[in-house]
């Protein structure tokens, strides 16, 4: 075994002079002893890992970048190489770590500095203050599609893992959210339910999940799961429900259930989530949270006749919460599975909180908010999540979805767009300021067009897969997204961090936490186009002067205590 393993590797080397200008291996099999390094033309170095009896763990390897315009820059990943991020690991206290991506080339790079003990520094002073603190985080992630399924697996079995480590292994970026549509979404390549096969069938006996959920994304979960060190926590949404429930009497199209709540069409509809999560358990698989409904109200100004929407109103899910879902939750074994509400744009917002968890029945079912981001430039977030934070403190915010070039005149698939990253991050940070809690993107990846989409509605993804070539490209998204789930864990908190916001100091974006384990994080982007410089201070230990370049994004760590 450890002959043929050696082989594989040294193959893989092989493979790598296709790419780089030099490739020197040493073997020495008898020795139990194999390196493959591999250098670059400009003088990067690889360490591979190796598997012989024991694991030698990797150094962090670098993007392969490819340019497609000025500007515009992804980073190239195969079967046998792609770029990684070092676990996280702090220097000494009165040190600080600091990780970059910027728009000429730079991907989650590593540097180290030394906070300074005087007071007398230049450009604004921000003030990291851990006593003051607000929302707790629960995470960040994408979702796992039908779409996104079938192009990972569209790539060879090797280059399959380097996508998903790179998403949730301890090498990449550690995403620890994993939204799950319930049956059908737009991203499949058809319409369907967990019950097609029968018509009225209010006892559910023809219930089954589809080749989708058995063959494509459970198995691909279960690989997820392998490689995550942290917890995955899992939210559903479902996008239709079966024809039969449904007043066009089809599983697509844009309709609403039949009849009213506390009927038997609305608590079938209940049932069909309980055992949704009744199979899914039967495959060891179990949910942090669901939504009675993904979009109950804006899907129905989509312009596509097909889209999969089951309309709601706000009165309609508080009564179909109280009279049914709700009940039968409790009820059952999953009872501790939280039950969001809205999971449509912040634009709805308070209203549709006060509608539903401003009725105290159906609040005693509900835990939180789910939030899209498609409407956000129009809406002030301090007029929807401020206000609604301010009148339901206990409920949690969560942004659910968020893509780039959903718009109908939008460029569907901009590979290496900058600007495309910065939306993500800027949005990420305006949100995390004003009490959300954590955010999850749509697609983990898509194909070059955009797509599987059955509704011809593609859009873009911070992977694009390129079966052809076995390949697939990490875009800036992906690493701006990287600046928030690799360095805020689950459990953090978000802390104060106030600027005296002197001249063009105002505008860096910026928001502070502090971690489970007391490591203090900051996150700053630049998407001006002048370097920044700027301040840090921690009265505790001490300066981080720096400056911030132009077009870039930084997360900054440091140790507060021994």
């Not at 009279?323 to 744009?345: C, E, K, T």
Request: aromatic letters at 12%; one cysteine or more; hydrophobic letters at 40%.
């Amino acid at each position: 075994m450890a002959r043929n393993g050696t082989r594989s590797l040294a193959a893989s080397c092989h493979e790598q002079l296709h790419r780089h200008d030099k490739c020197k291996f040493l073997l020495k099999f008898k020795g139990r002893c194999f390196s493959a390094a591999m250098q670059t033309s400009d003088a990067l170095r690889v360490l591979f890992p190796i598997f012989l009896g024991m694991v030698v763990a990797r150094a962090r390897q670098p993007c392969i970048p490819k340019f497609l315009r000025a500007n515009a820059m992804v980073c190239v990943c195969n079967a046998t190489y792609c770029d990684t991020v070092d676990p996280v690991s702090l220097p000494d206290v009165g040190n600080f770590v600091k990780y970059t991506t910027s728009r000429d080339g730079q991907r989650l790079e590593r540097s180290e500095g030394e906070m300074i003990a005087s007071s007398g520094v230049s450009g604004g002073i921000y003030t990291y203050d851990p006593t003051v603190q607000h929302q707790y985080v629960k995470g960040f992630g994408g979702s796992l599609t039908d779409a996104a399924a079938i192009n990972i697996l569209h790539l060879s079995y090797a280059a399959q893992n380097q996508l998903l480590r790179s998403y949730f292994s301890e090498e990449g970026i550690e995403y620890n959210l994993l939204r799950w549509p319930i049956g059908c979404s737009d991203f499949s390549t058809r319409p369907y339910s967990y019950d097609d096969r029968c018509v009225d069938d209010f006892e559910l006996k023809c219930f089954e999940l589809a080749p989708e959920d058995t063959k494509l994304r459970i198995p691909l979960l279960h690989r997820i799961m392998a490689h995550a060190k942290r917890t995955l926590s899992l939210i559903a949404s479902p996008w239709t429900s079966p024809g039969w429930l449904r007043v066009n009497n089809k599983v697509k199209g844009k309709s609403m259930l039949k009849g009213e709540p506390g009927d038997r069409y609305h608590k079938t509809w209940a049932r069909y989530f309980i055992r949704f999560f009744d199979e899914y358990a039967k495959n060891n698989i179990t949910f942090w949270a669901f939504s009675s409904q993904n979009e109950p109200i804006t899907a129905l100004f989509i312009s596509r006749e097909d889209f999969p929407c089951n309309y709601f109103s706000p009165q309609h899910q508080r009564d179909f919460i109280v009279q049914d879902l709700g009940p039968a939750l409790v009820a059952s074994r999953h009872a501790d599975v939280r039950l969001m509400i809205l999971d449509d744009g912040r634009c709805h917002l308070p209203n549709w909180a006060d509608q539903v968890i401003g009725d105290s029945a159906a609040a005693a079912f509900v835990s939180g908010i789910g939030i899209h981001w498609y409407l956000d430039p129009i809406t002030p977030v301090t007029l929807t999540l401020d206000v609604t934070h301010r009148l339901y403190p206990n409920f949690f915010l969560l942004y659910t979805e968020a893509c780039n070039g959903y718009l109908d005149w939008d460029a569907k698939v901009v590979l290496g767009s900058w600007e495309r990253g910065v939306s993500y991050s800027s949005n990420i940070l305006t949100n995390l300021n004003h009490f959300v809690t954590g955010w999850i993107d749509w697609n983990l990846a898509l194909d070059t067009a955009g797509g599987p989409n059955w509704v011809d509605n593609p859009v873009d993804s911070p992977v694009i897969v390129n079966p052809l070539k076995d390949e697939f490209y990490k875009q800036p998204m992906f690493y701006h997204l990287g600046h928030f789930s690799k360095f805020i864990p689950e459990g953090s908190v978000r802390v104060a961090l106030t600027s005296n916001c002197l001249f063009d100091v105002c505008k860096l974006k910026t928001s502070a936490f502090l971690t489970p384990n007391g490591t203090a994080v900051a996150v700053v982007l630049n998407d001006w186009f002048l370097d920044i410089s700027f301040t840090i201070s921690d009265d505790r230990v001490g300066y981080i002067k720096d400056r911030a370049r132009a077009h870039s994004i930084q997360t900054y760590l440091w140790r507060r205590h021994l």
